[in-house]
């Protein structure tokens, strides 16, 4: 017999109804293929209530079904490639958006960001409450970053590449920064203020000929966000950081949340106690 | 070069679909001159047409407008 919560582990949930449970199944990326699709579907009709939840975080949900099932469904999704999704005190599911491949505000890779985070400590247990993270490719943030444990945002550093002689004065670039990062010196070329700068490669993408460039590609890197109970935002830690180091700091940012929650608490709570700057010394030491 | 291509009041995405095909009727290498409005469509038509492979030569400012010249292919890739 199966006990509660390694039904929960496995992304079982109970429901308000007697003897009732849905089956939480993890969407890697949000991508599926039609295969997938028409399983699960085939799956919610012969041990659900014919219909399928899509959760706020990216997971589908086969509600309705008996304990006794577990093994038989599991079985089955996995024979699609598919499998169950994680709830409780554990490493959840990273919400990510298209990025880079499909959208075209994407800046980086989030997909490959999002692989990563997954392959190294997606469903990890003995938690002190729950971790989650999101990848977003864009400041637009629609994978909201900022609302995670840990959160990574696509980020593009522009610069104004004269060598080339590339530029046609046109200004399109100071139209198009959100932030007025951008003058145009009496030539007409652009002057970037990187300290008002965004990172969000508006400038190297709408410029027509080329002349801004990304000098540097990478991730913003946010800490501490929730919503439940008590919503905060995530503070961001500073700098843009590449795919290898954004898993890494991951990492360690559970590891030390791990060391230092004083019972169960989230990340939040354990960064405010000690402070953002002692928290910090002990993700990058 | 022939007339401009006004998409002046045209906005978008169709007056970027008007640029694709006029320069898909041309050979590679031939330019048109077209104009746009300011705002949105100088923003995001040179762009489109950049990511595309078409090289935007010129983007001067006019009264309220924007003329553009750009040639079919040879963008630097950048993006
Ligand atoms: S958008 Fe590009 S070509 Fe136009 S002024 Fe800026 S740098 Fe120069």
Redesign the interface.
Known sequence: MIDESTLKGGGFLKLRQKDRWAVRVRVPNGDMSVEQLAALAALARRFGDGEIHLSVRQSLEIRGVRIEQFEEIKAALEQVGLGPGVCGPRARNTVVCPGVLTCRRGLNNTTELADRLTERFYAREGLPHKFKTAVSGCPASCAKPQGNDVGFMGAVEPVFDEVEGACIACGVCAGVCPTGAITLDSRGRPVIDLDKCDLDGECVSACPTGAIRASKRGWRVFLGGNFGRHPALAYEVGGVISTEDAVEFAERALEAFQRHAQGRERLRVVVDRMGLDAFLKEVRP | MSEPIDLRGVSCPANYVRVRLALESLPEGAEVEVLLDAGEP???V??S??NDGD???????EEGH?R?RVRRGG??D??
Request: aromatic content about 10%; overall charge positive.
């Open positions: 100088v923003l995001n040179p762009r047409l950049k090289r935007v030569l010129a983007l001067e400012a924007y553009m963008s630097r950048v993006w």
